[in-house]
C-alpha cells in the first residue's frame, strides 16, 4: 500500500498550490484521510483532516481559512488547496490515512496507519 504525493514545488509568498494524494494498492474511499506537515528542526504537525464522506473536515490553527481539504471519491485522490501562502508554510508535506472511517482524534499522528513519502513545498518571501 502506497501514498502518493504530488504538486509540491517553490512558489512565492501569495501563490497558491495544489497537493495531490493518490493511493495505490488500495482504496481508501471508506477511511479518514489528512495532511500533516514537517519544517526542518520542526516536530510533524497536523495541517487538515477529512472524514470518508468527505463531509467533516478539520483544520489546523495556522492554516484555517487559507487551505481547504477535499476528495474525489470516483478517483480515489485525496487534495489539499493551499492559497495565500506564507514561507512559514515551507515544509514537507505528507499524506496519511487510517483504517477506519471515523475521524476520532484528527491531529494526533498516531490515528494514521498510512503515510505517503512526503513532497517538498517551498514558499519564499
Known amino acids: 500500500v502506497q501514498l502518493v504525493e504530488s504538486g509540491g514545488g517553490l512558489v512565492q509568498a501569495g501563490d497558491s498550490l495544489r497537493l495531490s494524494c493518490l493511493p495505490s494498492g488500495r482504496t481508501f474511499s471508506n477511511s479518514a484521510m489528512a495532511w500533516f506537515r514537517q519544517a526542518p528542526g520542526l516536530e510533524r504537525e497536523f495541517v487538515a483532516a477529512i472524514s470518508w464522506t468527505g463531509r467533516l473536515q478539520f483544520y489546523g490553527d495556522s492554516v484555517k481559512g487559507r487551505f481547504a481539504i477535499s476528495r474525489n471519491m470516483s478517483q480515489n485522490t485525496l487534495y489539499l488547496q493551499m492559497n495565500l501562502l506564507k514561507s512559514e508554510d515551507t515544509a514537507v508535506y505528507y499524506c496519511?490515512?487510517?483504517?477506519?472511517?471515523?475521524?476520532?482524534?484528527?491531529?494526533?499522528?498516531?490515528?494514521?496507519?498510512?503515510w505517503g513519502q512526503g513532497i517538498q513545498v517551498t514558499v519564499s518571501s
Open positions: 496519511a490515512a487510517r483504517s477506519a472511517g471515523s475521524l476520532d482524534a484528527p491531529t494526533t499522528l498516531s490515528s494514521y496507519d498510512y
